[in-house]
């Protein structure tokens, strides 16, 4: 167990649909990172979270989005869903923001039917 | 951006033999190279990582190597064990103001042959 937790386990949903994803990050830690795993794409980086505030962006889409809250949990909203959005999307967390080693939850299994 | 080659994509190993799996980059800039071990429907567990300034680092069984200046990086695993069977990633950190995220390699699935 890593410390990072992630709900729902399993999401199963329409094309069309918005959808929202939450990671709570291990204690202490200021740093989450959203990734998406598929696979054709692998494990791909969507965006970083510090401490409330965006601080880097990988290959997200514009119907994607996320934030930090004050208590340092993260969400990530997936809107106007396609087929192509199945995928499991994790949540890691870090202590810091630079050398400090990734974490990750059990992620969240997305079905787009 | 970074760009990470994993070879080879599937090893199939007898059990107590050593695997090395060797991952390239192309960010000269880049300054963290951890690897992690996924199980099939599980979340990636990092199981060694090496920072820059360093040009090898053990861990056990497991050790992993960086040349810096031919951008590559190899993971060695000795006595191999059933239990080492797993997909195994690398993955590459930038320097981008310390705000990054990790540039993983496709993976390689690790057989342990009885």
């Known amino acids: 167990d890593s410390g990072v937790t992630q709900t729902p386990k399993h999401l199963i949903t329409a094309t069309g649909q918005r959808v929202t994803l939450r990671c709570s990050p291990r204690s202490g830690d200021l740093s989450v990172y959203w990734y998406q795993q598929s696979l054709d794409q692998g494990l791909q980086f969507l965006i970083q979270y510090y401490n409330g505030e965006e601080r880097a962006k990988g290959n997200i889409l514009e119907r994607f989005s996320a934030q930090q809250f004050p208590d340092l949990h993260s969400e990530l909203n997936l809107s106007s869903l396609e087929l192509g959005d199945s995928a499991l999307y994790f949540c890691a967390s870090s202590a810091g923001l630079v050398y400090n080693e990734q974490f990750f939850g059990p992620g969240t299994r997305l079905t787009v039917l | 951006g970074e760009n990470v080659e994993q070879h080879p994509s599937t090893l199939s190993v007898q059990e107590g033999d050593s695997a090395v799996i060797k991952c390239t980059y192309s960010?000269?800039?880049?300054?963290?190279f951890p690897w992690y071990k996924q199980e099939l429907g599980k979340r990636p567990q990092l199981i060694i990582d090496i920072r820059s300034n360093v040009g090898e680092k053990k861990d056990q069984r497991i050790a992993v190597t960086l040349n810096k200046t031919a951008k590559h990086f190899s993971l060695h695993i000795t006595e191999t064990q059933p239990e080492d069977s797993a997909v195994y990633f690398c993955?590459?950190?930038?320097?981008?103001?310390?705000?990054?995220?990790?540039?993983f390699g496709k993976g390689t699935h690790l057989i342990i042959q009885p």
């Open positions: 993955a590459a950190k930038g320097a981008g103001g310390g705000a990054d995220g990790l540039t």
């Open positions: 960010d000269s800039a880049s300054n963290y």
